[in-house]
């Protein structure tokens, strides 16, 4: 197995770019790496706002709904710390990754009580940052209702139970799974990174076993009620549809 990236150099994915699923602000004054990680997020199938001082950071997320903000530390105008102690103090609860050279426990403990979510030291992996990243993004969805309702589908998490115009819908549990996923972010598109990532784990990103799993899922929830509920986006990855209003 090849070693993991530095934040050296470009990683490369076998995944196309295209519409992202998960917004995030990056904000670094560092235009070398605001650089790479524009980069490597957009290879990763995020939609990147690049910032460069800790003011506009701010301002950014109060005018916008970002999923993740990665914030570095040392950031003209506002530091990273101040920029997430005052978007905590006006509610504003976007996960925040920190990114800093500063390295020192009572660095981290100061991050983290500002309103940090998570740090990350320099130099970084570019795979751990990308982990890190995902994982903000799933925790930050775990407050969700325990029932996902898109018009007439109906999805009860706690007793993983799926109906469609009140019939009731038996799914594999992996079906299960990725219904539940995709409908968690319903109207955005997911890539297959975050797919295999939250259902299968470790696979061959160039098996399709994820395009049989969906195959068969379609089977059951859309051809018998003659709708559509999942459409795939090429080079994007897959969008659980909105009922027209």
């Known amino acids: 197995m090849a070693a993991p990236q530095s934040c050296s150099s470009k990683p490369e994915f076998h995944e196309g770019t295209g519409e992202a699923a998960m917004r995030i602000l990056v904000a670094e004054d560092d235009p070398r790496l605001a650089g790479l990680l524009e980069d490597v997020l957009t290879d990763a199938a995020w939609d990147v706002t690049l910032v460069g001082d800790g003011r506009t950071a701010y301002t950014g997320c109060l005018d916008e709904a970002y999923d993740v903000a990665l914030v570095d530390w040392m950031l003209p105008g506002l530091d990273g710390v101040e920029v997430c102690r005052r978007l905590r103090e006006v509610g504003v609860r976007t996960p925040v990754l920190m990114l800093t050279a500063r390295g020192q426990v009572e660095d981290r403990i100061l991050g983290l009580d500002a309103g940090a979510d998570d740090y990350l030291p320099k130099p970084f992996v570019v795979d751990e940052l990308l982990a890190r990243l995902r994982a903000l993004y799933r925790r930050a969805g775990i407050e969700a209702a325990p029932t996902i309702t898109i018009?007439?589908?109906?999805?009860?998490?706690?007793?993983r139970r799926v109906t469609r115009s009140g019939i009731e819908i038996a799914l594999t549990t992996?079906?299960?799974?990725?219904?539940?996923?995709?409908?968690?972010?319903?109207?955005?598109?997911?890539?297959?990174?975050?797919l295999y990532?939250?259902?299968?784990?470790?696979?061959?990103?160039?098996?399709?076993?994820?395009?049989?799993?969906?195959?068969?899922?379609?089977?059951?929830?859309?051809?018998?009620?003659?709708?559509?509920t999942i459409t795939t986006l090429r080079g994007a990855g897959y969008r659980v549809e909105l009922p027209e209003t």
């Open 197 to 228: 990532d939250e259902v299968w784990g470790e696979t061959d990103l160039r098996s399709n076993v994820i395009d049989a799993a969906l195959a068969g899922l379609r089977a059951k929830l859309d051809r018998p009620f003659g709708t559509h």
């Open 151 to 159: 018009g007439e589908l109906v999805i009860d998490r706690d007793a």
């Open 174 to 194: 992996r079906e299960f799974d990725i219904l539940t996923f995709l409908a968690s972010h319903a109207g955005k598109a997911v890539s297959r990174y975050e």
